[in-house]
Each structure stands twice: as structure tokens, then as C-alpha cells.
Antibody
């Protein structure tokens, strides 16, 4: 089955760190760019990071730049998001999303993992 | 950063009626514009890409148009399963989403 499964979410104190993972299966992970998108409770979608298939191009939203790091391991078919210096406003569901090697955008999404930043 | 602005924030429509949702970009995104549908408790689903191309499995009642900075998503005859939140997204320069339009039952 073609799918993405996020994990690693949980409760963390402000200033803390967390590492999210996204496990890919059913397709050739190494051929796709990948993204992280988050959604705060009751709010809209916010794109936060992109990595291309070879990890040679990486982009971040200004809201997370310098605090979050995206990476991937094609041998493990996995995408990661290292989140440091977490703030209350980082509380959200975090989704990973696949981006095909064409002009089609996010064609496959995971179900998300909830990150709660609170003391 | 390209800012995407959607209107209206909420659209009240009766089943069987049509709906038109708008999306404006703060600068040209060419045709690199997508629409997504999100239902409560679910991940978003890709509806339209390239401003007007339906994604695999999307019914013909969904259509997209526009280029540059002005885009429209039209749902020709709303079915019960179409009541949801719709987001536009540009992927011309990095990526960014609009704030969403909620389509609710009138």
C-alpha cells in the first residue's frame, strides 16, 4: 500500500526539542521530493519545509528557519524533522507530504502527528 | 514570500447548488496553483493542480481556472461529501497555502 506514516509527536515543554519521522512505503521514496506541513488547532495549513530527492535543495518557512531541520534517509525510506527551541505556537498536527518529480504538488499525505508545546 | 489570499472565508450553499471559491496570489505564480479539500479529522486531499487539471479520481464537478495571480475553484453541483474546507496552494516559488474557505451547508 502506498502510504506515509508520521510518528514522534507528543508533549514537550517550551524550549525543548522533538524529532518527527515519516515512514514511506509502497513507492520509490528516493524519487520524490518531500515536505512538512503543519496545522495548528482549528487553523489552516502552513507549509514549513521542503527537501528534494537528493537532499541538495532544502527550504524553510521563516517561522521555523534556524530552529527546524529537515532531512531524509532513502535507505530507510524515511523523512525527518528535527525541531529545536520549540514555542507554544509550534503546537500543531504535523503532516508529511509527497511531491512527485513533475509539476504535480502534494499528491500523498500522511495522517499527521500531534505536537503539543506546553509547560 | 508569496501570500495567498482566499475568499470568502465561509460559503453557505444548498446541496445541488454551485459554488465558486477565489484565490489571489501576491505575485504571479504562473499556473503553479493547486487546490486541496480537507474534511474534519482528515489529511488534505489534492483536487486540482496546474490551476486546472483534476487529480486522479476527482469528479468532473470540480474545475479550476486562472493564471498569474487570480484563480477560481468551481464546484458545479454540491454533493453532501463536498462540504469541507478548501485550500489553494502555490508551488511556483517555495510553497505557501491560502487561509482556506469553508463550504458549509445552507
Amino acid at each position: 500500500e502506498v502510504q506515509l506514516v508520521e510518528s514522534g509527536g507528543g508533549l514537550v515543554q517550551p524550549g525543548g526539542s522533538l524529532r518527527l519521522s515519516c515512514a514511506a512505503s509502497g513507492f520509490t521514496f528516493s524519487s520524490y521530493s518531500m515536505n512538512w506541513v503543519r496545522q495548528a488547532p482549528g487553523k489552516g495549513l502552513e507549509w514549513i519545509s521542503y527537501i528534494n530527492s537528493r537532499s541538495s535543495a532544502i527550504f524553510y518557512a521563516d517561522s521555523v528557519k534556524g530552529r527546524f531541520t529537515i532531512s531524509r534517509d532513502s535507505a530507510k525510506n524515511s523523512l525527518y524533522l528535527q525541531m529545536n527551541s520549540l514555542r507554544d505556537e509550534d503546537t500543531a498536527i504535523y503532516y508529511c507530504a509527497r511531491e512527485p518529480p513533475s509539476v504535480i504538488p502534494f499528491d500523498l499525505w500522511g495522517r499527521g502527528t500531534l505536537v503539543t508545546v506546553s509547560s | 514570500e508569496i501570500v495567498m489570499t482566499q475568499s470568502p472565508a465561509t460559503l453557505s450553499v444548498s446541496p445541488g447548488e454551485g459554488a465558486t471559491l477565489s484565490c489571489r496570489a501576491s505575485q504571479s505564480v504562473s499556473s503553479n496553483l493547486a487546490w486541496y479539500q480537507q474534511k474534519p479529522g482528515q489529511a488534505p486531499r489534492l483536487l486540482i493542480y496546474g490551476a486546472s487539471t483534476r487529480a486522479t479520481g476527482i469528479p468532473a464537478r470540480f474545475s479550476g481556472s486562472g493564471s498569474g495571480t487570480e484563480f477560481t475553484l468551481t464546484i458545479s453541483s454540491l454533493q453532501s461529501e463536498d462540504f469541507a474546507v478548501y485550500y489553494c496552494q502555490q508551488y511556483n516559488k517555495v510553497r505557501s497555502f491560502g487561509q482556506g474557505t469553508k463550504v458549509e451547508i445552507k
